[in-house]
């Protein structure tokens, strides 16, 4: 996901949940917030932020405020329509599914997306992850009464045979997990203890942030994807339509990792050397990711 015409400039204050002052080059400015929870921790007076300029010319607000630098971290992604946005994009980056839908109604909820793999239907919901505490993620930061019924609807649906998954997407470098931030909503972390226990899956999409760009680079740690993707070898990397939607993901996302590593110049065989202890020469590995992205059976990112 890349945003356009986007500037730098200075938090200033946080006037309410929609409205913020920033220093744009020595002027004061009102800017939209694009995201309604407290970051508390992230707007800080005089932290660098990104702005977006609006589309609409006969808006009041020129800027929406985007994204937050946080010292040690980096940039923290804050536009709570990004992690809908992004997943989208990734599942139709790798295609696996026979029909992915949006905003889908289940009971008294919309879900994220609904998907459907030959008979069996899928519920996904997504939540954007922008609190890090000690390079952890936590969720939520505000109480989130939606996301405790959004929960217990996909433990109903799993329980009539959907398979369901919520998606937390990190929006910061380097950080692997998400918790339930029970201080804040001890509710929401009993619902998803519960969603577990029924057989909901949980997803810590990892994301690559810069200043004006969003993009999911997997749902669990490298090194276990790695891991993974040496151990299923040619044919199962090649027939991805016969896997579970989470080992196809597993797949497309080492193959992305690989490629995202090679457009910042490290080559391929010290990255498969440092993670794994291939089974198989590293020129026919090579070759064999190479004619995956070639045929469509997985996307990455352009090489620079």
Same mark, same amino acid.
């Not at 020129?62 to 990004?82: C, H, M, P, T």
């Not at 070898?233 to 016969?242: A, I, N, S, T, V």
């Not at 995202?260 to 065989?269: F, I, K």
């Given at each position: ?221 490298? *090194? %276990? #994807? $790695? /891991? !993974?993707?040496?151990?299923?070898? @040619? ?54 990711? *190479? %004619? #995956? $992205? /070639? !045929?469509?059976?997985?996307?990455? @990112?352009?090489?620079?």
């Amino acid at each position: 996901m890349k945003y356009h015409n986007t500037i730098t400039a200075r938090f200033i204050d946080r006037l309410n949940r929609f409205i913020a002052l920033v220093d744009i080059d020595g002027k004061e400015e009102a800017v939209h917030v694009k995201n309604t929870g407290r970051c508390k921790e992230l707007l800080l007076p005089g932290v660098p932020v990104i702005l977006a300029k609006a589309d609409a010319p006969t808006r009041k607000t020129k800027y929406d405020l985007i994204a937050v630098e946080k010292e040690k971290l980096g940039w923290v992604n804050i536009d709570s329509q990004a992690p809908n946005q992004v997943v989208q994009e990734w599942l139709w980056l790798h295609p696996y599914f026979d029909r992915i839908q949006r905003e889908y109604t289940y009971g008294d909820s919309r879900i994220d997306f609904y998907m459907e793999k030959g008979d069996q239907k899928y519920l996904l919901e997504v939540k954007g992850c922008t609190l890090e505490i000690d390079g952890v993620g936590y969720f939520p930061d505000a109480p989130t009464e939606r996301g405790v019924k959004h929960l217990r609807e996909l433990i109903k649906a799993q329980k009539e045979g959907y398979k369901c998954g919520i998606a937390f997407v990190i929006q910061m470098n380097n950080v692997d997990e998400v918790r339930p931030n029970d201080e804040t909503h001890p509710e929401f972390g009993k619902a998803l203890s519960e969603a577990i226990d029924a057989g909901v899956r949980v997803f810590h999409m990892r994301c690559w942030v810069q200043k004006d760009t969003l993009d999911i680079i997997g749902s669990m740690p490298r *090194d %276990e #994807a $790695i /891991k !993974i993707m040496d151990d299923f070898h @040619r044919d199962l990397f090649l027939r991805g339509e016969d896997m579970e939607w989470e080992y196809a993901a597993v797949v497309s996302q080492v193959s992305y990792m690989l490629s995202h590593e090679r457009a910042l110049d490290v080559p391929l065989e010290e990255q498969v050397k440092k993670h794994t202890k291939p089974r198989r020469p590293l020129k026919e590995l090579e070759a064999e990711y *190479d %004619e #995956a $992205i /070639k !045929i469509g059976r997985v996307s990455c @990112r352009e090489r620079v």
